[in-house]
């Protein structure tokens, strides 16, 4: 089962804007990791967030974490089309190791 | 270091029959999981595997089972194939010297369809 939901399903964007997703989980977490999926292959692992840190970046990536609010965003600054791809959060729980995924969001860069 | 591979990349089985598919992690992972990607369920657990001991296990009926060997490499067995196993699965290697919650890194995949 998912472990919450991720907004926006899908989105499109110019290149050079910026783009942000958000995901939200339902229990508590030990940390909340970030992927990207291009087109039905492997997962990329993108970074990495624990529970006790708020904000963390990464390049061009920047991920904020509220676990008040069991919520997460992945902010992606100038985008390229080379970022179109699916975004998936994924939570690992404060009793276990296993990644439980959103169910991802359709980013769509045009050149 | 190599990646984490998966054989075969793509499968076409038929209903009834059963099939088992290879991960080979990367060099000095011990841990492997093994995931299944569905246009409706999105990505589920399967199972984790650490020096040989399953450690975890999702919600999946006993059909689908795996195992790991000394070296690590992992396979997973699905019998009794139905439709609805049609499925991108993904196996994922982990170091689990770092701290909990570490970061996994996937495979490409094994496409398996089910007709």
């Known amino acids: 089962s998912q472990q919450g939901e991720e907004d926006p399903q899908a989105l499109s964007i110019q290149e050079g804007e910026n783009a942000t997703m958000n995901c939200s989980y339902k229990?508590?977490?030990?940390?909340l990791q970030w992927y990207r999926q291009n087109s039905g292959r492997g997962l990329v692992h993108l970074i990495l967030?624990?529970?006790?840190?708020r904000e963390k970046h990464s390049g061009r990536l920047r991920v904020t974490l509220d676990t008040s609010k069991k919520s997460s965003s992945l902010l992606i600054t100038a985008s390229r089309a080379a970022d179109t791809a699916s975004y998936f959060c994924a939570t690992v729980e404060t009793s276990g190791s296993r990644l439980t995924f959103g169910e991802g969001t359709q980013l769509t860069v045009n050149p | 270091k190599a990646g984490v591979t998966q054989t075969p990349r793509y499968l076409i089985k038929t209903r009834g029959q059963q099939v088992t598919l290879s991960c080979s992690p990367i060099s000095g992972h011990r841990s492997v999981s093994w995931y299944q990607q569905t246009p409706g369920q999105g990505l589920q657990f399967l199972f984790e595997?650490?020096?040989?001991?399953?450690?975890n296990k999702g919600n999946f009926p006993g059909r689908f089972s795996g195992r790991q060997f000394s070296n690590s490499r992992s396979e997973m067995n699905v019998s009794t194939l139905e439709l609805g196993d049609s499925a991108l699965y993904l196996c994922?290697?982990?170091?689990?010297?770092?701290?909990?919650?570490?970061?996994?890194?996937f495979g490409p995949g094994t496409r398996l369809t089910v007709t």
């Open positions: 994922a290697s982990s170091d689990p010297s770092r701290t909990s919650g570490r970061e996994q890194y």
């Open positions: 967030i624990r529970s006790n840190e």
């Open positions: 229990t508590s977490i030990n940390n």
């Open positions: 595997y650490f020096s040989e001991t399953q450690r």
